[in-house]
């Protein structure tokens, strides 16, 4: 059967420092791969998508990037934090674009 | 742009009432329509999934039905425990790239 692992599950970041999330994905091979992040209060938005290794698609401009180096391997980084980049982080699959499958999450706070 | 709106916000019932919670959107195009539940401080679990072409679909004490035509999905929920207190999300894909566009969620309190 299919798993999603996300890591780690919370974090605390001073303003300024970088970040890196991963998201791994077993049982499954070329899956579609997202990134989501739901602030406080308010929705989920779409921030990263993927069809296939080095292929991103962002879909709101903003201070963070993401790399798919490998298959079922899915990586949200920054160079340099904002305040604002504070929230709930979730890694989702979708075998061929069917049906979405999440991560645990991970909370980011940065002070 | 695709809106989803969940009403309402929020629902607190007694132990046994039915629920129904209530999922709209602005373009009827879409692809999938998904149900999901969270938990406080975890990730989405997938309750159902309605393909554009399906009415409804069950499972135990879940249906949820579609009426893509006026932008509407409902999600019952039978006989409400304590355990289906939790944050249920409505979402649709416009496509086959499965891009979801979600509502804000009717967080549910079931009373014991």
């Known amino acids: 059967s299919q798993t999603i692992h996300q890591w780690p599950a919370t974090l605390v970041q001073p303003v300024g420092s970088p970040l890196s999330l991963e998201c791994t994905v077993e049982?499954?091979?070329?899956?579609?791969l997202y990134w989501y992040r739901q602030a406080a209060g308010r929705g989920l938005q779409l921030l990263f998508y993927s069809v296939g290794i080095g292929q991103i698609s962002s879909e709101v401009p903003q201070n963070l990037s993401a790399s798919r180096p490998q298959d079922r391997q899915f990586i949200l980084s920054s160079k340099k934090l904002l305040l604002s980049d504070s929230g709930f982080y979730l890694c989702?699959?979708?075998?061929?674009?069917?049906?979405?499958?999440f991560g645990q999450g991970t909370r980011l706070t940065v002070v | 742009k695709q809106e989803v709106t969940q009403i309402p916000a929020a629902l607190s019932v007694p132990e046994g009432e039915n629920l129904v919670l209530n999922c709209s959107f602005t373009d009827s195009a879409i692809y999938n329509l998904q149900w999901f539940r969270q938990d406080p401080g975890k990730g989405l679990t997938s309750l159902l999934l309605i393909q554009s072409s399906q009415r409804e679909q069950t499972s135990g004490r879940l249906n949820a039905s579609l009426d893509k035509s006026s932008g509407r999905s409902t999600l019952y929920i039978a006989a409400s425990q304590p355990g289906d207190s939790a944050t249920y999300l409505c979402?649709?894909?416009?496509?086959?790239?499965?891009?979801?566009?979600f509502g804000a969620g009717t967080t549910v309190t079931v009373r014991a």
């Open positions: 049982g499954t091979s070329n899956p579609n």
């Open positions: 979402a649709v894909s416009p496509s086959n790239d499965y891009k979801l566009s």
């Open positions: 989702a699959w979708s075998p061929s674009g069917y049906e979405a499958f």
